[in-house]
């Protein structure tokens, strides 16, 4: 099939490379024209494990093609996604202007009748806006006679595991409000539906809330945890036991039960107000999503102070900062929790040495030299003579440090795990001051 994705961010060039990989001709059309230089060139503009390969193999048999303008890129185009950004506007609701002005170009531009499909994530009522803006757009245009219809089709997939994400996705929500383009959706998820079908076909508002209901129903998972956690802090208990005696229960389920410092990256914080948003806009107050919100602001702000108040007796402290990524698997810094904790631990005048293995390159650019923060090559570098290490993402060459050369190397012994990657015993054992999330055990 031939296909245009408008957008080639986290979400637009994945959906792009793995349409591409599976045999559809795909056009990747984005107004950042640098951006699309690099990819032709093999720089990502994310980092993504085996993203790199897939988007070099379709590049080469032209399979994969990128373009910044909208005619060449749509002129056969039969389904275009759009696939771009969503941020949240001074209110917290969705700010749709890319994605209408997204519709807009597409119905200007396209060649021909087509499925216009949105991936981005946008609110509940976006598919009947964008269908007035390409009426409106196809009506200025005339003649020859084409037809748009506009179809729901949010994205699940996680940073970090995107591209396995979407070739072998859990569902594939659709959400149609013209039976016909059902068909449409099942000829080009074929490849990814072949051992069960994964195609869930609904009506186009109920597929737009789907998408939040998902993302709120997961934060609201790490919102109780943290919650919990706090408790387990207050009254002795251990937030590590809680999780594995609630997550064996085959009603409640093991995944996103991890107590940590808040949730953050560019879906869950900006969905969660822009749900608040849309419940407020129509009378209906989401009073669960609201404390989850509350929770997770309350949550990031309060490691920061811990970490904060333990340096602050002290003479030109100094921080060894492990990870920097909201997650693991990613350089997106979109509302990490470590930006709270390096700008509290900055505006005291703290120094600190991070270190993050891929989102350095991005964090440069939010912490320029001279801000107090170096970033080093290894989790070693950033160790000699701090007074604390803080782990602040939990990626796999942070879990099983060699403590005695960690020892060595620092000066001061208080240890912030904010990822419960260490037993507290046996980092107490060794002479640590350890503050976890939610591991202070009861003594009796
Ligand atoms: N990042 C994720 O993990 C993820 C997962 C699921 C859903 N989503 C949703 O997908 C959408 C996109 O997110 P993202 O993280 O990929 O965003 P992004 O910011 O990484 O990418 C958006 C891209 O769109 C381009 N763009 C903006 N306006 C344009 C226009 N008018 N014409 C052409 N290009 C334009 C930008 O230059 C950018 O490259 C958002 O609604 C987001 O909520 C994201």
New binding site residues.
């Given amino acids: 099939m031939r296909i245009a994705v408008?957008?080639?961010?986290?979400?637009?060039l994945v959906t792009a490379a793995c349409l591409a990989e599976v045999g559809q001709h795909v056009w990747g059309?984005?107004?950042?024209r640098e951006?699309l230089a690099g990819i032709e060139e093999g720089i990502m503009p994310?980092h993504e494990p085996g993203l790199d390969e897939i988007v070099m193999r379709n590049l080469r048999n032209s399979r994969l093609r990128f373009t910044h303008d909208y005619a060449e890129g749509l002129a056969d185009a039969e389904v275009i996604f759009l696939?771009?950004?969503?941020p949240p506007d001074e209110d917290g609701s969705a700010d749709l202007t890319?994605v209408l002005?997204?519709a807009r170009?597409a119905a200007q531009h396209v060649g021909r009748s087509c499925l216009l499909v949105t991936?981005?994530?946008?609110p509940v009522g976006t598919g009947e806006k964008v269908e007035q803006i390409v009426d409106q757009a196809l009506a200025a245009r005339g003649s020859p006679p084409i037809e748009i219809h506009v179809a729901s089709n949010?994205?699940?997939?996680?940073?970090g595991q995107?591209v396995g994400d979407f070739l072998k996705p859990d569902r594939i929500i659709v959400g149609v409000r013209h039976q016909e383009d059902v068909a449409v959706f099942r000829r080009l998820y074929a490849p990814f539906n072949r051992n069960r079908d994964r195609l869930l076909i609904m009506d186009r508002r109920s597929a737009e809330i789907t998408k939040y209901a998902a993302n709120a129903m997961l934060a609201t998972r790490i919102s109780f945890m943290n919650e919990m956690a706090r408790l387990c802090d207050a009254v002795g208990g251990d937030i590590e036991a809680v999780r594995r005696g609630l997550g064996s229960d085959p009603r409640i389920g093991p995944h996103f039960l991890y107590a940590g410092i808040g949730y953050g990256g560019?879906?869950f914080p900006?969905?969660i107000k822009a749900l608040r948003s849309t419940g407020a806009s129509v009378g209906v107050p989401l009073r669960v999503i609201d404390a989850v919100h509350e929770v997770n602001e309350e949550q990031r702000a309060h490691f920061a102070e811990q970490v904060a108040r333990a340096l602050s007796d002290m003479h030109e402290p100094r921080v060894a900062l492990w990870g920097l990524a909201f997650k693991p698997g990613t350089d997106d810094m979109r509302e990490a929790p470590s930006r709270i904790v390096v700008d509290r631990l900055l505006a005291d005048g703290v120094r600190i040495r991070a270190h993050d293995p891929a989102a350095m390159g991005v964090c440069r650019r939010i912490w320029p030299e001279g801000s107090g923060i170096d970033f080093v090559a290894t989790p070693e570098a950033c160790l000699p003579q701090a007074d604390a290490l803080v782990v602040v993402t939990e990626w796999l060459c942070f879990r099983e440090p060699d403590w005695d050369e960690v020892e060595r190397l620092m000066r001061g012994r208080l240890l912030f795990d904010g990822r419960n990657l260490y037993e507290p015993e046996e980092m107490r054992r060794r002479g640590w001051q350890y503050t976890g999330v939610g591991r202070g055990r009861c003594s009796a």
Avoid: M, N, W
């Fill in positions: 408008i957008g080639t961010g986290y979400v637009g059309i984005d107004c950042d951006k994310i696939a771009v950004g969503t890319h002005e997204a170009q991936k981005s994530t946008v949010p994205e699940f997939l996680r940073e995107a560019s879906c900006k969905d």
